[in-house]
């Protein structure tokens, strides 16, 4: 490797220990129980920086080849640092917290949202920001449009919803829609059922008094019975026809 390949690789060390091991919150992740984030929201996260948008996951394993032995782990497609300097808070935060928080949604989640409440699919944590521009940054990871509610957060810690610290940001494990702000869903169309489609019915005929049906095939004449292209030759058989009755 040259020299400034090895710069490069270095520098991805660094930033890896300090986003994994000091401050995941500051770039919006927020790992498991054992400190692991997934491989591609970690990429995700790194590329917000214009010098780390390079990275793929090829380039994480050779910072691991090169790193010092034990500091990183990888397992299956999950990452984290062995040696972590920060830590969950499980107990309720004590304190009241900003008046309002911020929290992104999907667009196709924003009805669900607004009647539903804000709940974790994974049953981990929703996430809530200080700051409408940290939340929309977030957000884009998932969406490029992302819709950005705010969250009465101080009142809902006043009724006892429970909120967590995790550095910068604030957990909970559901916010209910009465705690829920921000632009309202567009109104949506009702969905157009199509009418069914009558089976058609077989006209069946009435045969009753007085009616009959026709049967061709019992026609006497043969010429009227006969089908498609007349035989050849019939202008002759016709001209026999005639002279016999003249006769």
Excluded: C
Excluded at 26 to 53: C, M, N, S, T, Y
């Amino acid at each position: 490797m040259t020299r400034k390949g090895l710069r490069k690789v270095e520098g991805l060390i660094r930033i890896m220990a300090y986003v994994l091991g000091h401050r995941p919150d500051e770039f919006g992740l927020i790992p498991d129980e054992e400190g692991f984030v997934g491989i591609k929201e970690f990429i995700q996260a790194l590329h917000e920086e214009a010098e780390w948008r390079y990275v793929r996951e090829s380039h994480l394993r050779e910072a691991l080849v090169h790193s010092q032995p034990g500091l990183f782990q990888l397992k299956e497609k999950r990452i984290r640092a062995r040696e972590r300097h920060w830590r969950y808070d499980l107990q309720p935060y004590p304190f009241d917290p900003e008046k309002i928080l911020f929290s992104p949604v999907r667009r196709r989640a924003h009805h669900h949202v607004f009647e539903r409440g804000l709940s974790s699919a994974d049953n981990r944590w929703v996430v809530l920001y200080p700051e409408r521009q940290t939340a929309l940054r977030i957000g884009k990871r998932k969406d490029p449009q992302p819709v950005i509610l705010e969250i009465l957060a101080l009142k809902a810690h006043r009724n006892g919803i429970p909120l967590f610290r995790f550095g910068s940001l604030y957990l909970a494990k559901q916010i209910a829609p009465q705690y829920i702000g921000g632009p309202l869903p567009p109104k949506q169309e009702p969905k157009k059922v199509a009418a069914p489609t009558k089976p058609l019915q077989k006209i069946q005929m009435d045969i009753g008094a007085g009616t009959f049906q026709l049967d061709i095939s019992r026609d006497p004449d043969p010429m009227r019975r006969a089908k498609g292209r007349k035989p050849r030759g019939w202008k002759e058989e016709a001209r026999k026809m005639r002279r016999r009755r003249k006769r």
